[in-house]
């Protein structure tokens, strides 16, 4: 990146192989096969936003084996910054087998070298030149890549970058709720943007909260909006002093597959965000973004031009 090219938004960070199960709603113990796609929250947003033309940069590690070189061609092709991608030693790409489903997704994780993202190979130049930073709480849940991304964002934020989560907490991922919880309440002191779902919620706080009790329990923290996905009921978003803004989902026809249609959701959502939109067009462009997801298995399809349409962009 020259000197002066801003970036539009860093996304940090879990980057895997998602493996989805070629068995529809099949738990993971009757599945047969598997069809391999690059995954991790943060990836899927940093490649959904490529699509659309912004400007991004990464922050994540994979190993020095054929699924990391998978991965790095991927970003290659998407023309992705990777200043902040750190390829390491001794540890595998982390990969994860994924149910396919309509709901909430059975997984299980093994991780590898996702969590070995190091401090002092962190690119402060781009930390110092972006307009957004965003990770997730998958990527904050093990040492050293929690120290290294909660540096990164405050560094962008003190360089005046706009921050984001998404709280997409599984007690699996981090078992220690309280420390999650912690991490994230430190986090919101940045006025974030946070995206959660009603299953990160209740997984993040032990109980169904109520949203406006969630709303206020986030805003009290720092958090600048707050967006919170109900499934197939739509989205709803909350910024201080103001009515909350719910919107209903986009009807589909037929769910092809429910795995990353958060991501695509907030992907949208920052994309309107960054073009200045106003917040119910933000909520729109996001859940117009999460069905186009539902029709198809592994990621959005390379169809800028049509994306655009949709998004009457």
């Not at 995954?39 to 033309?53: E, K, W």
């Not at 023309?79 to 001794?90: H, S």
Request: glycine share 8%; with cysteine.
């Amino acid at each position: 990146m020259s000197q002066n090219q801003q970036l539009d938004i860093i996304c940090a960070g879990e980057t895997l192989i998602d493996f989805i199960g070629n068995q529809k709603e099949k738990p993971i113990a009757e599945i047969k096969d598997y069809h391999r796609y690059l995954g991790g929250s943060p990836t899927n947003v940093a490649m959904n936003l490529a699509r659309f033309g912004l400007n991004v940069g990464l922050i994540a590690a994979i190993g020095k084996d054929g699924f990391g070189a998978y991965i790095k061609a991927r970003f290659e092709e998407a023309e992705i910054n990777l200043d902040g991608l750190q390829e390491v030693d001794g540890h595998p790409t982390t990969v994860i087998f994924v149910s396919r489903t309509e709901g909430s997704p059975e997984f299980i994780p093994m991780r590898g070298a996702d969590f070995q993202i190091s401090q002092n190979e962190l690119p402060a130049a781009n930390l110092n030149n972006t307009r957004l930073f965003h990770c997730s709480c998958f990527g904050l849940s093990r040492q050293p890549a929690r120290s290294s991304i909660l540096a990164a964002a405050a560094q962008a934020h003190a360089a005046g970058a706009t921050l984001s989560i998404d709280i997409n907490y599984a007690p699996s991922i981090w078992p220690d709720r309280e420390e999650a919880l912690e991490v994230v309440k430190n986090y919101c002191a940045m006025s974030p943007l946070i995206k959660a779902s009603l299953d990160d919620v209740e997984r993040i706080f032990g109980y169904a909260m109520a949203p406006d009790e969630l709303f206020k329990t986030l805003h009290d923290w720092g958090a600048k909006m707050i967006c919170l996905t109900l499934g197939k009921k739509g989205a709803i978003l909350s910024q201080p002093g103001e009515a909350p803004i719910e919107l209903p989902a986009m009807k589909v026809e037929k769910i092809m597959d429910a795995t990353g249609a958060g991501d695509a959701f907030w992907s949208g959502f920052l994309f309107a965000y960054l073009k200045e939109m106003a917040p119910r067009d933000c909520m729109s462009t996001g859940l117009k973004t999460a069905a186009i997801k539902l029709q198809n298995v592994g990621r959005i399809p390379d169809y800028a031009s049509m994306l655009h349409t949709v998004l009457n962009l």
